[in-house]
């Protein structure tokens, strides 16, 4: 087999894997691909970058952890929200402090945020907001989520190609769903530069215990600087650092 019919074979290939990704509710936004600038965590991820057009699901059994889990949540907004792109942000009880949103780079005024009074209410206005495609991404705060719920999410981005992350606060049990990938965000010990005192750069463990079509692990992640950051050095989880100000 000569070099040219190798490279013509190798095309076809990945042009497959791609059909096949894009039917499985995985594809790049217009072609542009989201780095997250954590390569070891990238590495898990088909395509080696974060699925957008996707919907997402996070877990939190704590409020602790439900802090922590809205502060990486931002750190991806900020990542999928460049060029002046807009998103909604739903709860049926607000928690974030959205003055907070500028630690990562956001402008709060770029972030509808939509208070509702219950849960069904919440999904039927996140579900309705993914279909509009002039937004970068829809943030719901959902205690449950059934299977044939969230599949009416994910049709709602294939048409769309709008980032969905779903936040599950203290759900009732870890249903299967239809997201791409399940995350639990888990708040780790902070460290600050040079010994200095003081509240470190906000911290988590992130564990990506599902992927389709990825490689699941568990990675120590700080936001510093702007950006992402991992943290070769694992630290044992310590709920009196989460002061990343998230919560009023």
């Not at 088909?46 to 059994?61: D, I, N, Q, R």
């Not at 203290?170 to 902070?190: D, G, L, M, Q």
Request: charged content about 25%; some cysteine; aromatic content about 8%.
């Amino acid at each position: 087999m000569n070099m040219a019919t190798s490279a013509k074979r190798n095309d076809i290939i990945e042009q497959l894997q791609r059909e096949i990704l894009s039917m499985q509710g995985l594809r790049d936004k217009d072609n542009n691909k989201v780095r997250l600038g954590i390569e070891p965590l990238e590495q898990a991820f088909p395509g080696k970058t974060f699925p957008v057009a996707a919907v997402h699901e996070f877990l939190s059994y704590a409020r602790e952890e439900a802090a922590a889990t809205s502060g990486f949540i931002t750190g991806l907004l900020s990542r999928l929200m460049q060029k002046d792109a807009y998103c909604i942000w739903v709860a049926v009880r607000r928690t974030i402090y959205p003055p907070a949103l500028k630690r990562f780079g956001i402008d709060p005024d770029r972030i509808l945020f939509i208070d509702v009074a219950k849960s069904i209410d919440a999904l039927w206005v996140v579900e309705e907001a993914l279909k509009c495609d002039l937004l970068a991404a829809v943030v719901g705060e959902i205690p449950d989520l059934s299977f044939t719920q969230s599949r009416r999410l994910q049709l709602a981005v294939e048409g769309s190609k709008v980032t969905g992350l779903i936040h599950r606060y203290y759900p009732r049990n870890e249903n299967a769903v239809a997201c791409v990938s399940r995350w639990h965000i888990k708040p780790v010990s902070s460290q600050t530069e040079d010994e200095m005192p003081g509240v470190g750069f906000p911290s988590w463990e992130v564990t990506l215990s599902r992927i389709r079509n990825g490689h699941p692990g568990t990675w120590h992640v700080a936001w510093t600087g702007g950006k992402f950051k991992h943290i070769t050095t694992a630290t044992s989880t310590d709920i009196r650092t989460l002061q990343t100000g998230l919560y009023g």
